[in-house]
T-cell receptor, first 117, second 114 residues
Framework: DQQVKQNSPSLSVQEGRISILNCDYT??????FLWYKKYPAEGPTFLIS?????DKNEDGRFTVFLNKSAKHLSLHIVPSQPGDSAVYFC????????????????FGEGTQLTVNP | NAGVTQTPKFRVLKTGQSMTLLCAQD?????MYWYRQDPGMGLRLIHY???????AKGEVPDGYNVSRLKKQNFLLGLESAAPSQTSVYFC?????????????FGPGTRLTVT
């Protein structure tokens, strides 16, 4: 049962344009969402997060949008740069789970973003 | 401040052999985790620990054991390796949900079982 899904295994965009990465979830108890970025041969690094009390969070070129009714979130990167080429993972957490069993995150499959110069 | 480190970086095992992966963190984090990453499957939680001396099962615990004897270290053991355990293993740590949901990851261990 894949509770967090990233349906696009890959995305290719031109430098300077917008990259939009999508993520869907099924567990209505999820109330905190994170995006991680991963370069080859390195561990994932935290990029941006959003709580379910918000519908948007912005940090520089990165913006995450949350649509709770659709159980959908997206990451927008504007403008895209070649250095943004990496695998992006969406992750979700439920506060109820945090209190009883650690800060567990459920990850999606990842989307490989390629930004072409 | 090294963050999260993992030893070794690469390993090749024969079926049936055993090994231990070591994870160390210097951020004084309470929680630690072991994940495996396989193509098309994202990161899946194997085991985790919410404090020194405690461990718990994650999504895919079969074939693995863990120990957290010291707060800064989290060991992942494979008692009898199988080809299905060929994967990239990541360790992570976090302060705990009451402070931050963010997990900090190590660089990974690439394990091949032949």
């Amino acid at each position: 049962d894949q509770q967090v899904k990233q349906n696009s295994p890959s995305l290719s965009v031109q430098e300077g344009r917008i990259s939009i990465l999508n993520c869907d979830y099924t567990n209505s108890m999820f109330d905190y969402f994170l995006w991680y970025k991963k370069y080859p041969a390195e561990g994932p690094t935290f990029l941006i997060s959003i709580s379910s009390i918000k519908d948007k969070n912005e940090d520089g070129r990165f913006t995450v949008f949350l649509n709770k009714s659709a159980k959908h979130l997206s990451l927008h990167i504007v403008p895209s740069q070649p250095g943004d080429s990496a695998v992006y993972f969406c992750a979700a957490s439920a506060r109820r789970d945090q209190e009883t069993s650690g800060s567990r995150l459920t990850f999606g499959e990842g989307t490989q973003l390629t930004v072409n110069p | 401040n090294a963050g999260v480190t993992q030893t070794p970086k690469f390993r090749v095992l024969k079926t049936g052999q055993s090994m231990t992966l070591l994870c160390a963190q210097d951020m004084n984090h309470e929680y630690m985790y072991w994940y495996r990453q396989d193509p098309g499957m994202g990161l899946r939680l194997i085991h985790y620990s919410v404090g020194e001396g405690t461990t718990a099962k994650g999504e895919v615990p079969d074939g693995y054991n863990v120990s957290r004897l010291k707060k800064q270290n989290f060991l992942l053991g494979l008692e009898s390796a199988a080809p299905s355990q060929t994967s990239v293993y990541f360790c992570a740590s976090s302060q705990g949900w009451y402070t931050s949901y963010e997990q900090y990851f190590g660089p990974g261990t690439r394990l091949t079982v032949t």
